[in-house]
């Protein structure tokens, strides 16, 4: 019995039927589909202390395949990795090329990446709880960037419970006059990073670059669940922050009033900024702390087309690599960051793809630089 072994990840939901048996993670939102030969198959495989290397080298075609799509959604996953699961905050992904490292116990100044691979939201249908995974197989090894893992997601878990690992690690992140990066996954979770962040640094601006509002008065009521489209609201009806600023929405709906805007301080500037715009912005970020909130549905689809919810008329690259730099030269110091709800197309064989990661570590690159 070795580490490495591959098993069946205890929080996913077998559903048997008939001559098809369904593996579902729930908080992936996905559900693959085998034959009950190829699943009773995969059962043996995972009884008998068989590694993904050694699984991969099969002449079974279609057994490869299904694997690979299986480790993928983490319904196969290591055995150590499914111990860690069982309590743990932090893990360390297999699928990670080299060990995630541990929270650095000295101020460093230094960014400290770290996954939440799931997701909460109650729509749309594509999952953005790959997120993590693709970053790190696709795109660009920042090494100024510290990976320390993902945070560890339990069947008993609600997206309160979730949430309150988020604090635990952005704390101790922040702590050591680190900085935070937090790649997900549905974007209610920037609820809780930025919840600790103002606890730990007072006054901070929150930049959200955004296709929607994340506003929604007539649902946000004390006693309604926390998600994705009520996030902000949220943090403002609980008095965690008083100053947003919000960078390209243009949501088909408006679910809040001109009034609520202005009472709660928050100050909207659309994909394509004028030099007037431009002036505001940075009086707005002087000398202020801010943490900046990234969905990439912000961006045209044209540009990047993997989102969970795309809207036309987007950010370019040039418009974001403008905002960024000048929120970089303008701000007092950019204090923790998040990117949220991004995505990746499947091959037929399953494997993931995700064409527009460049741009992705570019925008990374522009704000922990």
Known sequence: MHEDDIVINRNTIINEKGDKVELELNERRVS??????????????????????????????????????????????????DELLKDGILYNPARIQKA????????QDQWCFFGAPVDFALDPPRSPAHGPYIYRKLGKKHTEMRDIGDIAYNTTDNIYSFGKK??????????????????????????????????????IVLIQLDAHSDINTNTNKSNAPLYHAIFVSRLIDDNVIKSVIQIGVREKKIRYSEDYLKNS???????????DDKVRLSSLIEGKNVYISIDAD?????????????????????????VLSLIKNSCLSIVSADIMEFTCGFDKKGNPFNHEMPLLDKIISLVIS
Do not use: C, W
């Not at 995630?100 to 101020?107: E, G, K, M, N, V």
């Not at 301080?265 to 030099?275: D, E, G, K, L, R």
């Open 32 to 81: 693959v589909s085998v034959s009950s030969k190829l699943y009773q198959l995969l059962r043996r495989i995972s009884e008998q202390d068989i590694s993904l290397k050694e699984l991969f080298s099969t002449e079974n075609v279609q057994l490869k395949e299904i694997t690979s799509l299986l480790y993928f959604n983490d319904i196969l996953i290591s055995r150590k990795d």
């Open 265 to 275: 301080s928050i100050n909207q500037f659309s994909t394509v900024m004028s030099t």
């Open 166 to 203: 988020i604090q635990h690690v952005v704390a101790k992140i922040i702590a050591k006059n680190n900085k935070a990066m937090l790649l997900g996954g549905d974007h209610s979770l920037t609820y809780f990073a930025v919840s600790e962040i103002a606890r730990l640094i007072p006054e």
């Open 298 to 322: 912000v961006l045209d689809p044209d540009v990047f087309p993997h989102v969970t919810t795309p809207l036309d008329e987007g950010m370019t690259e040039e418009n974001i690599t403008d």
């Open 100 to 107: 995630a490292l541990s929270i650095p116990d000295t101020p």
